[in-house]
Each structure stands twice: as structure tokens, then as C-alpha cells.
């Protein structure tokens, strides 16, 4: 079966970097596009970034342009988001998932066919 194993969680200080990866199992992975969401503490899960199975295409949140990057290592079935100049409204649990549908529907939860269990990021001020 499809497994989506998410890791590189943890605590930061404000200002600071964190690395999260996502490692998949069980699917053609280049054929799917990956997503990362996170959901705070009483907030809904809201989209964060997103690339195509090349790799080529990119989607980010307004909130994280210019300080958070996604890629993918198809070799190694792996998706990253690299997370730089972190702030404490970043703190939240961060979910990769995957999706054969397009671009337009990339920042759509409903868009994604599977999720992993998540991993928590804390930024204290």
C-alpha cells in the first residue's frame, strides 16, 4: 500500500531553518505531484507548497514565498521542504501528500489521493 512517511520536525528559534522530508512507498512517485500542508492548533489545514512529478513545476503559499522551498529527489521516492527566516505563526504540524490531478488544484486538499501521518514544527519567538 501507499505510505507517505514525513520527518525532519522539530524545534526552532524564530529566524531559523528546518528541513522536512517526505518519504513515499508504494506508488510510481514521479508520476505524482507532492503537496505540503500544515495545520495549526484550532486552524484548518491550508495548503503550503507544491511541485510536479518532474520536478519542473512549482506552487507556493503567499505566506511562504521567498523563505521556504520545495523539491524532490525522484531517485530516493523523496520530496523536501526546505523552511529558512522562520517565524512563530509557522509552527504547526506539516502533512506531505501526493495527487495525480493538475496544477489548478494544488492548493486543494481534496485534490490529494493520500497523506502521511505528519510531523510537528514549533518556531518560538
Known amino acids: 500500500q501507499v505510505q507517505l512517511v514525513e520527518s525532519g520536525g522539530g524545534l526552532v528559534q524564530a529566524g531559523g531553518s528546518l528541513r522536512l522530508s517526505c518519504a513515499a512507498s508504494?506508488?510510481?512517485?514521479?508520476?505524482?505531484?507532492m503537496g505540503w500542508f500544515r495545520q495549526a492548533p484550532g486552524k484548518e489545514r491550508e495548503f503550503v507548497a507544491a511541485?510536479?512529478?518532474?520536478?519542473?513545476?512549482?506552487s507556493y503559499a503567499d505566506s511562504v514565498k521567498g523563505r521556504f522551498t520545495i523539491s524532490r529527489d525522484n531517485a530516493k521516492n523523496t520530496v523536501y521542504l526546505q523552511m529558512n527566516s522562520l517565524k512563530p505563526e509557522d509552527t504547526a504540524v506539516y502533512y506531505c501528500?501526493?495527487?495525480?490531478?493538475?496544477?489548478?488544484?494544488?492548493?486543494?486538499?481534496?485534490?490529494?489521493?493520500?497523506w502521511g501521518q505528519g510531523t510537528q514544527a514549533t518556531v518560538s519567538s
Open positions: 501528500a501526493a495527487t495525480r490531478r493538475g496544477s489548478s488544484n494544488w492548493a486543494q486538499r481534496f485534490a490529494y489521493d493520500y
Open positions: 508504494g506508488l510510481t512517485f514521479s508520476s505524482y505531484a
Open positions: 511541485l510536479s512529478g518532474s520536478g519542473f513545476w512549482t
